[in-house]
C-alpha cells in the first residue's frame, strides 16, 4: 500500500478522539489534507489500469463479422450465389457476392458506431468519487480513482474501492454485497498502515468496493482497485451477465420470427409452384429456387432489430449531449409517453444557490440584502446558534449560506466557536424534521444545544404553547408567503451526562426564524409552458413550507396552485382517496422522501405515466416505482443513481423537458423507418411472388436485384431516419398512449399503402413495358421504377408533417452521399452494358426512362396530400 501523505498526522498527534468529531474535515483544515498529486495518480491510473470490475466485453471487429455472416439474410445471399454457380452464371454469383461485401461494410461500419456510442455512455455511467488530489476536493469517474488516493464519502454513497478508513463520523456500511448479512456493520478509523481486513464484522476500519454508506461519513485511503478488490476477485460472473431485451426489441424479434417462418414456407411454395407450372426440368427448379430465395429475402424485413438496436443506442448517446445519462434502455421508449413529471423543487426549479435573505425574531424580520451596516445586536444569538446547528464544512446550500453570512458579519467574534468539541449530534429523522448539536464549550461539563430545522419540528422541541405555536406559524406564513424558505432556531443549555438519548426529548427555547431564498432557474418558465403545451403535467413535491412552495410554483408557471396538498394531509387519507385527488393538484409540501412513493403510485393507479425526480438515499424507492426514475447527477447518492433509470448530469428542470423532447422524436423516427421497411418489402414480396402464378411472366426480381435494393435499404433506415430532426409539432401533441405498440394499425395502415401504391405502380409498367419489349427490357423498367419510388418514399417518409420539398432544405448528411449513391448504382446497373447483363437487363430508350422515372415519383405523392391535411389540423389546434 502507498505510504499516507506525509501532512496528514496521525489522529494521536491531534489528541482527539475521532468520535468526538463533529465533521470529518474538522480534524484537519481542509488544505491539510493534500492526497496525491494529479501526476501521480495519472501514473498510477496508466500502472495498475482503471478501477472498474470485469464486464461484458465490448464486441470485437471479429465478433460483428461472425454475427453479421451468421443473420438469414446473409445465408440466403450465399444461398443464391451457390445457385447461380451451378446454373453456370459465374458473373452473377461474383456480382452478389460484391454486393454481399458491400452490405456486410454497412452494417459492420453501424455495428461499430453503436459499440462506441455504448462505450462513451458506460464512461458516462461509471459512479463519481470525491476525492482530494493537490490539496482541492474534486469530483473525478469512479474507474479513475486509484492506489493511495483520499475519498470523502458520505450516507448513500456507494464505496469505489477497497481501502482504509482515516477519518470518520458514525460511518457505517452494508456489506451485504459480499458478505450476505443486510445488518450495516460499524466503522472505526486508523492512522496507521495495516492489511484489508476480511469484509464483515464491527469496528474495523477496512471498506470495500461497491458497498454502500448508510449512515455517517469519512475519508478512505484507497489500498486496492478493480480486480484487486474484494468484489473483483468474485466478479468473474458479471462477464457473463447480459442485457435484458427491452419491449420494444421483444415485440420486434417476435414478429420477425413469425415473418421468418412466412417466408420460409412461401419460399417452399414458389418453388414448387414454379416448377410444376414450368414443366418440372432441372433447369426450371434452380429457376424456382431462385425465385423462392428471392421470395424469403423479400418477406425477412431483418432490418428491425438492427433499427431498434441502433436507433435505442444512438438515442442514449444523444440523450446523453444533452446532460441526460441513460441507465436503462426502456427509459428512452418511454419518454415519449410521459404524462406527469413529478420534480424536486430545491435544485432542479431552482438554482440550488441559497442565500441567507431575512433573519426574524418575534416578528421583526430584517432583510439581510439591505443591511449596509453591522448585523445588530440581537440577531448575533440567532445566527449564532444556526451555525452552530450546521456542519464546520458544510456540504447542504443553505448551510454554506448560512456560513458565509457568519463570516460577513461576526468573523472573528466571540459568536464563532472554532474550538468547541462536538459532544453530540441528533440527526435528521422523518418524524422530527430538525437538527441538533450539543458542544463542549469548555465550562466543565456544561453543554450549550443548537437546534435548527421545519418551524413545526422547532416549536415541537421548545414545547411552545397553542398561542405561541399561533404566532410562530403567522411569521412562518409571511416569510414563506415572500418565496422564502424557512427554519427555526433554538438554543439550550445543560450537561453532557443529562443529554437525553431521544432527539424528542430535548428541552430548548425558540430563538427565531431563517428565510432562505433560491432563485428560480430562468429556464423554468418556459419549460414548464412547454410541458403544458405537450400535455405533460408537471407536479412539484418539495419538503418545504406550503406557502413558499405555492410561491414558487406560480413563478414557475403551474396553473393550479390553490390547492396544496401535506405530508400530514397525506398520512390521513387511504390510497383511493389519494388516487382520486393526486390528478387535480399540482404541489405537494411537507413531504417526506418515504412520501413519495405513494404520490407516484396514486398517479400510476390513475393510468399515468410518471417520471419523477429525486437524489437521496430514501428516493431511491419511488425512483424504481417510477415507470421513468431521473436521479439528480450533481447532488444525488450513488443509490438514488442505481434505481433510476435516467441521471440528470446538470440538475437542471429543462433538461427533464429536452429528455422528453429527445425521446419523441427517437419513437417518432423509430415509426418512419419502420414504415419505410414494411412499405418497401411489400413491393419486393409481391414482384418476387406475382410470376409465379403466372407461367409466361419471367422473373422480375432475383436475389442479385435484392441485394442491390439493399444498398439503398439498410443505410436508410440507420442513417436518415435516425438523425432526422423533431417534428415541428413535436411539443404540441399529447403524449401516446402507452398501450400504444410500434406496429400500430396507425403505422401499418400507412406502411401498407405506401407499399400497395408501389406494387400497382411497377406492375402497371411492367404489364406495359412488355408491349414492344423484351422481358429482359419490361423487367429492367420494373426495377427503375421500384429505386425511384424507394427514393420518393424515403424523402416522403423524412416528416409526416413537413412537405418533401421542405424538407430537402433541413440538412441530413446521410441524404447527401445514401440517395445520390443509389442513382448513381442504378445508372450504373441499367447503362453500362457488362452490368446490365448481370442484372438481366436489356438497353432501354430514354423515353422509357423518363415514363419509369414519372412511375417512380408520382406513386406515393398521395401522401403529400395527407401530410398538408395534417398541417392544417396542428395550424387549427395551434389558434385554439
Same mark, same amino acid.
Given at each position: 500500500? !502507498?505510504?499516507?501523505?506525509?501532512?496528514?498526522p496521525c489522529f494521536c498527534q491531534l489528541g482527539v478522539h475521532i468520535h468526538s468529531v463533529p465533521r470529518v474535515a474538522n480534524v484537519l483544515p481542509r488544505e491539510e489534507?493534500?492526497?496525491?498529486?494529479?501526476?501521480?495518480?495519472?501514473?498510477?491510473?496508466?500502472?495498475?489500469?482503471?478501477?472498474?470490475?470485469?464486464?461484458?466485453?465490448?464486441?470485437?471487429? +471479429?465478433?460483428?463479422?461472425?454475427?453479421? $455472416?451468421?443473420?438469414?439474410?446473409?445465408?440466403?445471399?450465399?444461398?443464391?450465389?451457390?445457385?447461380?454457380?451451378?446454373?453456370?452464371?459465374?458473373?452473377?454469383?461474383?456480382?452478389? #457476392?460484391?454486393?454481399?461485401?458491400?452490405?456486410?461494410?454497412?452494417?459492420? $461500419?453501424?455495428?461499430?458506431?453503436?459499440?462506441?456510442?455504448?462505450?462513451?455512455?458506460?464512461?458516462?455511467?461509471?459512479?463519481?468519487?470525491?476525492?482530494?488530489?493537490?490539496?482541492?476536493?474534486?469530483?473525478?469517474?469512479?474507474?479513475?480513482?486509484?492506489?493511495?488516493?483520499?475519498?470523502?464519502?458520505?450516507?448513500?454513497?456507494?464505496?469505489?474501492?477497497?481501502?482504509?478508513?482515516?477519518?470518520?463520523?458514525?460511518?457505517?456500511?452494508?456489506?451485504?454485497?459480499?458478505?450476505?448479512? /443486510?445488518?450495516?456493520?460499524?466503522?472505526?478509523?486508523?492512522?496507521?498502515?495495516?492489511?484489508?481486513?476480511?469484509?464483515?464484522?464491527?469496528?474495523?476500519?477496512?471498506?470495500?468496493?461497491?458497498?454502500?454508506?448508510?449512515?455517517?461519513?469519512?475519508?478512505?485511503?484507497?489500498?486496492?482497485?478493480?480486480?484487486?478488490?474484494?468484489?473483483?476477485?468474485?466478479?468473474?460472473?458479471?462477464?457473463?451477465?447480459?442485457?435484458? @431485451?427491452?419491449?420494444?426489441?421483444?415485440?420486434?424479434?417476435?414478429?420477425?420470427?413469425?415473418?421468418?417462418?412466412?417466408?420460409?414456407?412461401?419460399?417452399?411454395?414458389?418453388?414448387?409452384?414454379?416448377?410444376?407450372?414450368?414443366?418440372?426440368?432441372?433447369?426450371?427448379?434452380?429457376?424456382?429456387?431462385?425465385?423462392?430465395?428471392?421470395?424469403?429475402?423479400?418477406?425477412?424485413?431483418?432490418?428491425?432489430?438492427?433499427?431498434?438496436?441502433?436507433?435505442? *443506442?444512438?438515442?442514449?448517446?444523444? +440523450? /446523453?449531449?444533452?446532460?441526460?445519462?441513460?441507465?436503462?434502455?426502456?427509459?428512452?421508449?418511454?419518454?415519449?409517453?410521459?404524462?406527469?413529471?413529478?420534480?424536486?423543487?430545491?435544485?432542479?426549479?431552482?438554482?440550488?444557490?441559497?442565500?441567507?435573505?431575512?433573519?426574524?425574531?418575534?416578528?421583526?424580520?430584517?432583510?439581510?440584502?439591505?443591511?449596509?451596516?453591522?448585523?445588530?445586536?440581537?440577531?448575533?444569538?440567532?445566527?449564532?446558534?444556526?451555525? #452552530?446547528?450546521?456542519?464546520?464544512?458544510?456540504?447542504?446550500?443553505?448551510?454554506?449560506?448560512?456560513?458565509?453570512?457568519?463570516?460577513?458579519?461576526?468573523?472573528?467574534?466571540?459568536?464563532?466557536?472554532?474550538?468547541? =468539541?462536538?459532544?453530540?449530534?441528533?440527526?435528521?429523522?422523518?418524524?422530527?424534521?430538525?437538527?441538533?448539536?450539543a458542544w463542549r464549550s469548555g465550562n466543565g461539563d456544561q453543554v450549550v444545544v443548537s437546534t435548527k430545522g421545519a418551524p413545526e419540528a422547532v416549536a415541537a422541541l421548545c414545547r411552545l404553547g397553542p398561542e405561541q405555536r399561533e404566532?410562530?406559524?403567522?411569521?412562518?406564513?409571511?416569510?414563506?408567503?415572500?418565496?422564502?424558505?424557512?427554519?427555526?432556531?433554538?438554543?439550550?443549555?445543560?450537561?453532557?451526562?443529562?443529554?437525553?438519548?431521544?432527539?424528542?426529548?430535548?428541552?430548548?427555547?425558540?430563538?427565531? #426564524?431563517?428565510?432562505?431564498?433560491?432563485?428560480?432557474?430562468?429556464?423554468?418558465?418556459?419549460?414548464?409552458?412547454?410541458?403544458?403545451?405537450?400535455?405533460?403535467?408537471?407536479?412539484?413535491?418539495?419538503?418545504?413550507?406550503?406557502?413558499?412552495?405555492?410561491?414558487?410554483?406560480?413563478?414557475?408557471?403551474?396553473?393550479?396552485?390553490?390547492?396544496?396538498?401535506?405530508?400530514?394531509?397525506?398520512?390521513?387519507?387511504?390510497?383511493?382517496?389519494? *388516487?382520486?385527488?393526486?390528478?387535480?393538484?399540482?404541489?405537494? *409540501?411537507?413531504?417526506?422522501?418515504?412520501?413519495?412513493?405513494?404520490?407516484?403510485?396514486?398517479?400510476?393507479?390513475?393510468?399515468?405515466?410518471?417520471?419523477?425526480?429525486?437524489?437521496?438515499?430514501?428516493?431511491?424507492?419511488?425512483?424504481?416505482?417510477?415507470?421513468?426514475?431521473?436521479?439528480?447527477?450533481?447532488?444525488?447518492?450513488?443509490?438514488?443513481?442505481?434505481?433510476?433509470?435516467?441521471?440528470?448530469?446538470?440538475?437542471?428542470?429543462? =433538461?427533464?423537458?429536452?429528455? $422528453?423532447?429527445?425521446?419523441?422524436?427517437?419513437?417518432?423516427?423509430?415509426?418512419?423507418?419502420?414504415?419505410?421497411?414494411?412499405?418497401?418489402?411489400?413491393?419486393? !414480396?409481391?414482384?418476387?411472388?406475382?410470376?409465379?402464378?403466372?407461367?409466361?411472366? @419471367?422473373?422480375?426480381?432475383?436475389?442479385?436485384?435484392?441485394?442491390?435494393?439493399?444498398?439503398?435499404?439498410?443505410?436508410?433506415?440507420?442513417?436518415?431516419?435516425?438523425?432526422?430532426?423533431?417534428?415541428?409539432?413535436?411539443?404540441?401533441?399529447?403524449?401516446?398512449?402507452?398501450?400504444?405498440?410500434?406496429?400500430?394499425?396507425?403505422?401499418?395502415?400507412?406502411?401498407?399503402?405506401?407499399?400497395?401504391?408501389?406494387?400497382?405502380?411497377?406492375?402497371?409498367?411492367?404489364?406495359?413495358?412488355?408491349?414492344?419489349?423484351?422481358?429482359?427490357?419490361?423487367?429492367?423498367?420494373?426495377?427503375?421504377?421500384?429505386?425511384?419510388?424507394?427514393?420518393?418514399?424515403?424523402?416522403?417518409?423524412?416528416?409526416?408533417?413537413?412537405?418533401?420539398?421542405?424538407?430537402?432544405?433541413?440538412?441530413? @448528411?446521410?441524404?447527401?452521399?445514401?440517395? @445520390?449513391?443509389?442513382?448513381?448504382?442504378?445508372?450504373?446497373?441499367?447503362?453500362?452494358?457488362?452490368?446490365?447483363?448481370?442484372?438481366?437487363?436489356?438497353? #432501354?430508350?430514354?423515353?422509357?426512362?423518363?415514363?419509369?422515372?414519372?412511375?417512380?415519383?408520382?406513386?406515393?405523392?398521395?401522401?403529400?396530400?395527407?401530410?398538408?391535411?395534417?398541417?392544417?389540423?396542428?395550424?387549427?389546434?395551434?389558434?385554439?
Amino acid at each position: 500500500m !502507498a505510504p499516507y501523505p506525509r501532512r496528514l498526522p496521525c489522529f494521536c498527534q491531534l489528541g482527539v478522539h475521532i468520535h468526538s468529531v463533529p465533521r470529518v474535515a474538522n480534524v484537519l483544515p481542509r488544505e491539510e489534507l493534500v492526497g496525491l498529486h494529479e501526476a501521480d495518480a495519472g501514473t498510477r491510473l496508466r500502472q495498475e489500469g482503471p478501477n472498474e470490475l470485469p464486464v461484458q466485453r465490448q464486441r470485437s471487429l +471479429l465478433a460483428i463479422v461472425l454475427e453479421v $455472416v451468421s443473420e438469414p439474410m446473409f445465408l440466403m445471399l450465399v444461398a443464391a450465389g451457390v445457385v447461380y454457380l451451378l446454373l453456370g452464371e459465374r458473373a452473377d454469383a461474383l456480382l452478389l #457476392l460484391g454486393f454481399v461485401f458491400v452490405v456486410m461494410t454497412i452494417t459492420i $461500419v453501424q455495428a461499430r458506431r453503436t459499440e462506441h456510442a455504448l462505450d462513451a455512455l458506460r464512461d458516462l455511467s461509471s459512479p463519481r468519487a470525491l476525492v482530494i488530489r493537490d490539496g482541492a476536493r474534486r469530483r473525478v469517474a469512479g474507474r479513475d480513482v486509484v492506489r493511495g488516493d483520499l475519498v470523502v464519502v458520505s450516507e448513500g454513497d456507494r464505496i469505489p474501492a477497497d481501502g482504509l478508513l482515516r477519518q470518520g463520523l458514525h460511518l457505517a456500511t452494508d456489506e451485504s454485497l459480499l458478505t450476505g448479512e /443486510s445488518v450495516p456493520v460499524r466503522k472505526v478509523a486508523t492512522a496507521s498502515a495495516r492489511v484489508l481486513d476480511s469484509p464483515g464484522g464491527d469496528d474495523l476500519p477496512s471498506v470495500f468496493s461497491g458497498t454502500l454508506v448508510t449512515s455517517g461519513q469519512g475519508i478512505v485511503e484507497i489500498a486496492a482497485t478493480g480486480p484487486r478488490t474484494a468484489l473483483g476477485k468474485i466478479g468473474k460472473a458479471l462477464e457473463r451477465t447480459k442485457q435484458e @431485451p427491452t419491449m420494444l426489441q421483444t415485440e420486434t424479434r417476435r414478429i420477425v420470427r413469425l415473418l421468418a417462418l412466412a417466408g420460409l414456407l412461401a419460399c417452399c411454395l414458389v418453388v414448387v409452384v414454379f416448377a410444376l407450372t414450368r414443366g418440372g426440368s432441372v433447369a426450371v427448379w434452380k429457376q424456382g429456387f431462385l425465385a423462392g430465395i428471392a421470395m424469403a429475402m423479400a418477406l425477412l424485413p431483418e432490418e428491425f432489430p438492427v433499427v431498434l438496436t441502433i436507433f435505442l *443506442a444512438l438515442g442514449a448517446w444523444r +440523450l /446523453s449531449r444533452s446532460r441526460v445519462l441513460t441507465r436503462r434502455m426502456p427509459a428512452v421508449e418511454m419518454l415519449g409517453a410521459a404524462t406527469v413529471l413529478c420534480v424536486d423543487k430545491t435544485g432542479t426549479l431552482t438554482q440550488n444557490q441559497m442565500t441567507l435573505r431575512k433573519l426574524a425574531i418575534a416578528g421583526s424580520a430584517t432583510d439581510l440584502v439591505d443591511l449596509a451596516t453591522d448585523l445588530p445586536e440581537q440577531l448575533h444569538s440567532l445566527l449564532e446558534h444556526a451555525i #452552530l446547528a450546521s456542519r464546520s464544512d458544510p456540504f447542504d446550500p443553505m448551510e454554506r449560506a448560512l456560513h458565509a453570512v457568519g463570516d460577513r458579519f461576526m468573523k472573528d467574534t466571540e459568536h464563532l466557536h472554532p474550538n468547541w =468539541s462536538l459532544a453530540r449530534e441528533y440527526a435528521l429523522a422523518p418524524g422530527l424534521l430538525a437538527v441538533s448539536h450539543a458542544w463542549r464549550s469548555g465550562n466543565g461539563d456544561q453543554v450549550v444545544v443548537s437546534t435548527k430545522g421545519a418551524p413545526e419540528a422547532v416549536a415541537a422541541l421548545c414545547r411552545l404553547g397553542p398561542e405561541q405555536r399561533e404566532s410562530l406559524a403567522r411569521d412562518v406564513a409571511g416569510l414563506a408567503s415572500q418565496g422564502l424558505r424557512v427554519l427555526g432556531v433554538a438554543r439550550g443549555v445543560t450537561h453532557e451526562g443529562l443529554l437525553p438519548n431521544e432527539h424528542s426529548e430535548l428541552v430548548v427555547e425558540l430563538v427565531g #426564524l431563517l428565510g432562505f431564498e433560491d432563485p428560480l432557474r430562468p429556464t423554468v418558465p418556459s419549460a414548464v409552458a412547454e410541458c403544458q403545451t405537450a400535455g405533460v403535467r408537471v407536479v412539484m413535491i418539495t419538503g418545504d413550507y406550503p406557502a413558499t412552495a405555492q410561491s414558487i410554483a406560480r413563478h414557475a408557471g403551474l396553473t393550479h396552485c390553490d390547492v396544496v396538498l401535506t405530508g400530514v394531509d397525506l398520512d390521513g387519507m387511504s390510497d383511493e382517496e389519494l *388516487a382520486r385527488r393526486v390528478s387535480d393538484v399540482q404541489v405537494f *409540501a411537507r413531504v417526506v422522501p418515504e412520501q413519495k412513493l405513494r404520490i407516484v403510485n396514486a398517479l400510476k393507479a390513475n393510468d399515468e405515466v410518471v417520471a419523477m425526480t429525486g437524489d437521496g438515499v430514501n428516493d431511491a424507492p419511488a425512483l424504481k416505482a417510477a415507470h421513468i426514475g431521473i436521479a439528480m447527477g450533481g447532488r444525488g447518492t450513488d443509490v438514488a443513481r442505481e434505481a433510476a433509470s435516467l441521471v440528470l448530469l446538470d440538475d437542471d428542470f429543462s =433538461s427533464i423537458v429536452e429528455a $422528453v423532447k429527445l425521446g419523441r422524436r427517437i419513437y417518432d423516427n423509430i415509426k418512419k423507418a419502420v414504415v419505410f421497411i414494411v412499405a418497401v418489402h411489400v413491393p419486393i !414480396a409481391g414482384l418476387s411472388m406475382l410470376p409465379v402464378f403466372f407461367a409466361d411472366w @419471367p422473373l422480375l426480381i432475383l436475389p442479385v436485384h435484392i441485394a442491390f435494393l439493399q444498398l439503398i435499404i439498410d443505410p436508410s433506415c440507420t442513417l436518415i431516419f435516425e438523425a432526422e430532426q423533431a417534428e415541428a409539432d413535436i411539443m404540441r401533441r399529447p403524449p401516446r398512449k402507452r398501450a400504444a405498440g410500434l406496429f400500430s394499425w396507425d403505422v401499418l395502415s400507412i406502411a401498407l399503402l405506401q407499399g400497395f401504391s408501389i406494387l400497382a405502380v411497377c406492375v402497371g409498367v411492367f404489364v406495359l413495358g412488355r408491349r414492344g419489349h423484351t422481358d429482359d427490357a419490361a423487367r429492367a423498367l420494373t426495377f427503375v421504377t421500384l429505386v425511384i419510388s424507394f427514393v420518393v418514399v424515403i424523402l416522403v417518409d423524412r416528416s409526416w408533417l413537413q412537405s418533401a420539398m421542405a424538407m430537402l432544405r433541413i440538412p441530413n @448528411p446521410a441524404v447527401r452521399w445514401v440517395l @445520390p449513391g443509389a442513382v448513381g448504382f442504378l445508372a450504373v446497373a441499367v447503362l453500362v452494358p457488362f452490368a446490365r447483363k448481370l442484372f438481366h437487363f436489356a438497353p #432501354l430508350h430514354l423515353s422509357d426512362l423518363l415514363l419509369s422515372f414519372a412511375a417512380g415519383l408520382l406513386c406515393v405523392l398521395w401522401f403529400e396530400v395527407v401530410k398538408r391535411i395534417r398541417r392544417m389540423r396542428v395550424r387549427r389546434s395551434a389558434r385554439a
